[in-house]
């Protein structure tokens, strides 16, 4: 058995057992991102700025808490994070920007973005890649990985040029 396996084994543990089995890691994030900013706070809350200039959001279920702390808004930079019983279990980082800005507003980044992800979160998932289309705008996600370690690159293309990137990374967390 290797270290992998052992800290993989540990952690599944942690955070199904004490559940009860109600709810793993990788459901509670899917759930968290689809009421949080893509949802427009189905039912997440906004909260007030952990950070100067930040927006913050969280959502909770059960022991799971989850927070989405970032600033920008065309281009922009944030933070994702879970804690289950308040130990820090998940985190993600991600940037974002506009390679177009006269062809490509932050306004049209925010509709794309929330159509899409709205649609692959109702896949019950955050990763394993995803296309999605609708008028002029591609939306495209390409990465790496699983809830555990991974990263990756979500594009927009507006008439098959890209207009918009953004890079991500992420996984679990432990003392």
Known sequence: MTVGHILTLNFKH????????????????????????????????????????????TY???DF????SFVGFS???????????NEPVWSMVYYGYLLQ????????AVTILKNALSKMYDEHRFLGGFYYAEGP??????????YKRFNGVEKIFKNDELVYELIYCGGTVRK
Not at 137 to 146: P, V
Request: charged share 30%.
């Open 14 to 57: 942690v955070t199904e057992d004490a559940l009860g089995g109600k709810m793993e890691l990788e459901q509670f994030i899917v759930q968290a991102k689809a009421n949080g900013w893509v949802g427009a706070l189905k039912g997440g809350k906004k909260i007030a700025a952990s950070r100067k200039g930040s927006s913050d959001i």
């Open 60 to 62: 909770d279920h059960g």
């Open 65 to 68: 808490h989850y927070q989405d």
């Open 75 to 85: 281009d922009f930079c944030g933070q994702e994070h879970i804690t289950h019983k």
């Open 101 to 108: 800005p006269t062809k490509f507003t932050g306004d049209e």
């Open 137 to 146: 705008y591609e939306y495209r996600d390409m990465n790496f990985g699983d």
